[in-house]
């Protein structure tokens, strides 16, 4: 596992103070990931902005559910994708979890911007929220929560080790305490 | 034509294609034609296999990848289409059966016709064409080119299924064995000439 409190190099796609969106690019490139299948949301810009600058493919599929698909097409033949997206959206990709990734053991990693938690100021956005560690955790999904970069290193590294290696889809929460919130 | 046809001409026309085959008919008739080979079946997650042939293609380039669906089944993830068409897999041949019916579930009417190939056309990223006999399906596979460097804009066939019969063997499949088997295949199969 690294322990990576190493401060990454400056990014010109990753504004001032969101270095942990740098640092989670610089882990899952280390770590061999060679594609992103996401659904866009603004606190994940700069990770996949520093992810395209290094050539990693990035796939900015339709639904929730295609990224969960899409990385279990790749996992079968043993390829290193990773799926992002919003909270708000796991709800679209539990059928494909529950169905797909954790039945034929796939190892799929997940990085979830939170919403509908600390700070949040929609209405509509709050049971999603509240209900994503247990939505993963019904399913046998295990969930880590980031909040300072600091633990980029550890987290990320320690959920591709249980993706890859154990074949656990497994989740990175990132908190809103890192930072990038919406105004 | 029925599924197992459709099964039959895919194989006979890419012999060496790596086919994802979503729950239902599709599983059952890949299971059957193939003996069980060494393809990507689903055993559920239904509207999810074609974004997974889309994975899987982009994973193996080259490798000939060939999506089978059924109409039920695209429908519930018809948005995958326009993710193909962004991506254009040149690898990727989309195959729909279409007989109008949810068959996995006791053949209850999909209420309105897909018209598939007509949205594939539509989409500046696939072609779409219809066949509705075995001899149209192998024109249509033979028709293709093959290779990697290919011009990727996906075809994608909407084979109308005429005769509707179970096909084969159950389609709730050992998702280990699945995963096992293809990766077997795949750490095995020569680089293509």
Redesign the interface.
């Known amino acids: 596992m690294t322990t990576a409190t190493k401060p990454p190099t400056p990014s010109p796609s990753v504004p001032v103070g969101l270095d942990w969106q740098l640092a989670i690019a610089q882990e899952l490139i280390a770590r061999g990931v060679s594609v992103a299948a996401y659904i866009p949301d603004s606190r994940l810009n700069g990770v996949l902005a520093a992810l395209g600058e290094r050539d990693i493919r990035l796939r900015n599929l339709a639904r929730e559910e295609e990224c969960v698909a899409y990385a279990a097409g790749q996992r079968i033949a043993e390829a290193r994708p990773v799926v992002l997206m919003q909270s708000s959206g796991l709800g679209n990709a539990l059928n494909a979890l529950g169905s797909l990734a954790v039945p034929y053991r796939l190892g799929i990693p997940l990085i979830i911007s939170m919403r509908g938690t600390l700070g949040e100021k929609n209405p509509s956005q709050v049971p999603m929220g509240r209900a994503t560690t247990a939505w993963l955790g019904a399913l046998g999904i295990q969930s880590f929560s980031l909040r300072q970069a600091s633990e980029v290193g550890p987290v990320i590294s320690g959920v591709l080790d249980l993706a890859f290696d154990a074949g656990e889809t497994a989740a990175v929460l990132l908190e809103p305490e890192l930072g990038g919130g919406r105004a | 034509m029925n599924v197992n046809d459709v099964i039959r001409t895919i194989m006979q026309c890419r012999p060496d294609a790596i086919l994802?085959s979503s729950l239902g008919t599709a599983t059952s008739s890949v299971r059957l034609v193939t003996s069980d080979g060494p393809h990507?079946y689903?055993?559920?997650?239904?509207?999810?296999?074609?974004?997974?042939?889309?994975?899987?293609?982009?994973?193996?380039p080259d490798r000939q990848v060939v999506a089978v669906l059924g109409d039920g089944e695209f429908l519930m993830?018809a948005?995958?289409l326009?993710?193909v068409a962004?991506?254009r897999p040149s690898n990727l041949t989309v195959v729909v059966l279409a007989d109008g019916a949810y068959s996995i579930t006791g053949g209850q009417p999909i209420p309105a016709p897909l018209h598939v190939a007509a949205v594939a056309n539509a989409l500046a990223g696939t072609r779409g064409v219809t066949v509705s006999s075995t001899t149209e399906l192998a024109a249509t596979l033979r028709s293709e080119p093959t290779s990697p460097d290919a011009p990727g804009t996906p075809l994608v066939i909407e084979a109308t299924i005429s005769e509707r019969t179970w096909p084969g063997p159950s389609p709730f499949i050992d998702?280990?064995a699945?995963?096992r088997n293809?990766?077997a295949s795949?750490a095995q199969a020569p680089a293509p000439a």
Do not use: D
């Not at chain 2, 559920?44 to 193996?60: I, K, N, T």
């Open positions: 994802v990507f689903f055993g559920a997650a239904m509207g999810s296999a074609l974004a997974g042939a889309l994975g899987l293609a982009e994973a193996v993830g948005s995958a326009w993710s962004a991506y998702p280990a699945t995963v293809l990766r795949l």
